[in-house]
């Protein structure tokens, strides 16, 4: 071995050396690393309730915010495929705007998510009479609904996730339902980048009840821009079309050679604007998917990529259905965090869900819950780039 080999070779020996610890100190790094949790005050209720803002962190540096008014996702920070972190949702810097401003930013939603006919509907023979706030009818649990009450919180804690558990106890004829309702919805944030929403409800009378969350998504980052370029997939071959105060009929109609094909990914804005009935009712997408799957099993409701950053958010849930809304009624008057202002479909939600006034249509997959019975979904949202 002459002497130029011999630098070689030791060269090489000191760089696999090298190597070899580095690698060693990235696995024990990594072995050390745990998602964590951390609570900080976000103020008090108009009617002097502590309200709590509570930070999980995965060991990736996703970050999800949620304070337990309303048990409201304030902020969800994911990388894009360059690696930079945005915040993803919509919403406010304090607790006062979500109190007087907010349309239902990021909140969960009860008892009853979407709408019901003219705030009525009728339970083993007797009639039952709900606020109306929406045109004539009844929206998103009325007037003070789970969006807008202090949950009670605890923190949970492995080395794969970190959580938050909140707790609600809705009494009879809160807003008109009857029973009382004992409701425990927990977050999970994964190591592998899921954001999981687990919904658990009991009654001790017969009642109804449709659980979901109402994040405002911009993948590009909350007050960007328009949703118009996302790439979306709604794994549905029907809908349920609406009248024009978006009250399903109790058709389940094919979304064949309509502007609501979705099964393969299609730009969100590529038909918005047609001259289609339901997009004019909607003022845009505002409808039910009624998913290709079994209620209650667990598979794939929709996905949603932006070219863009990359950004890819992938949906599962054991809901029958998804309510797709395109940011129809942001305007421009909203004013966010970091002061950025929400204009006109600057967000997109997709709501997992029971059918809207299933209460009302016979033929829709039930949402009463007996006492003995206890209501339970989950619904989790994947993260990553491409």
């Known amino acids: 071995?002459?002497?130029?080999?011999?630098?070689?070779?030791?060269?090489?020996?000191?760089?696999?050396?090298?190597?070899?610890?580095?690698?060693?100190?990235?696995?024990?790094?990594?072995?050390?690393?745990?998602?964590?949790?951390?609570?900080?005050?976000?103020?008090?209720?108009?009617?002097?309730?502590?309200?709590?803002?509570?930070?999980?962190?995965?060991?990736?540096?996703?970050?999800?915010?949620?304070?337990?008014?309303?048990?409201?996702?304030?902020?969800?920070?994911?990388?894009?495929?360059?690696?930079?972190?945005?915040?993803?949702?919509?919403?406010?810097?304090?607790?006062?705007?979500?109190?007087?401003?907010?349309?239902?930013?990021?909140?969960?939603?009860?008892?009853?998510?979407?709408?019901?006919?003219?705030?009525?509907?009728?339970?083993?023979?007797?009639?039952?009479?709900?606020?109306?706030?929406?045109?004539?009818?009844?929206?998103?649990?009325?007037?003070?609904?789970?969006?807008?009450?202090?949950?009670?919180?605890?923190?949970?804690?492995?080395?794969?996730?970190?959580?938050?558990?909140?707790?609600?106890?809705?009494?009879?004829?809160?807003?008109?339902?009857?029973?009382?309702?004992?409701?425990?919805?927990?977050?999970?944030?994964t190591n592998k980048d899921e954001l999981q929403i687990a919904y658990e409800a009991s009654t001790d009378k017969p009642t109804i009840c449709n659980l979901t969350n109402h994040n405002y998504y911009n993948l590009a980052g909350q007050g960007v821009r328009d949703n118009y370029e996302n790439q979306l997939m709604i794994n549905a071959d029907y809908f349920t079309p609406v009248d024009e105060g978006l009250i399903p009929t109790g058709e389940l109609r094919s979304v064949k050679d309509t502007p609501m094909d979705f099964t393969r990914p299609t730009a969100i804005g590529a038909r918005i604007d047609s001259d289609d009935t339901q997009l004019k009712y909607g003022g845009g997408y505002d409808h039910n998917w009624v998913l290709n799957k079994k209620a209650g099993e667990m598979g794939l409701a929709a996905k949603v990529y932006d070219p863009e950053t990359g950004r890819v958010m992938e949906i599962h849930t054991t809901e029958p259905g998804v309510q797709f809304y395109s940011g129809n009624f942001l305007d421009g008057t909203l004013v966010g965090k970091e002061g950025k202002v929400y204009k006109h479909r600057y967000a997109f939600c997709l709501e997992t869900q029971h059918y809207p006034d299933s209460p009302n249509k016979p033929d829709f997959p039930s949402t009463v819950l007996r006492p003995g019975q206890i209501y339970k979904t989950t619904t989790v949202h994947k993260f990553s780039t491409k």
């Open 1 to 189: 071995m002459n002497d130029r080999q011999r630098f070689i070779y030791v060269v090489l020996l000191w760089t696999s050396v090298f190597l070899a610890g580095c690698k060693e100190i990235s696995q024990t790094k990594e072995a050390n690393m745990e998602p964590s949790i951390t609570k900080t005050d976000f103020g008090k209720t108009k009617d002097g309730q502590n309200v709590d803002l509570y930070t999980l962190t995965n060991i990736n540096g996703l970050v999800v915010k949620i304070t337990n008014y309303g048990g409201i996702v304030t902020e969800l920070w994911t990388p894009d495929r360059n690696g930079k972190l945005d915040d993803i949702v919509l919403g406010f810097d304090n607790l006062k705007d979500y109190e007087e401003k907010s349309p239902y930013f990021g909140c969960i939603v009860g008892r009853y998510g979407n709408r019901i006919a003219k705030g009525k509907f009728t339970l083993d023979g007797k009639e039952y009479t709900l606020a109306v706030n929406n045109g004539e009818n009844h929206l998103h649990g009325g007037l003070k609904g789970f969006d807008k009450v202090v949950w009670d919180a605890e923190s949970i804690q492995s080395a794969e996730s970190v959580g938050l558990k909140l707790h609600y106890l809705s009494k009879d004829m809160e807003e008109g339902y009857p029973g009382n309702l004992d409701v425990t919805v927990t977050y999970t944030l």
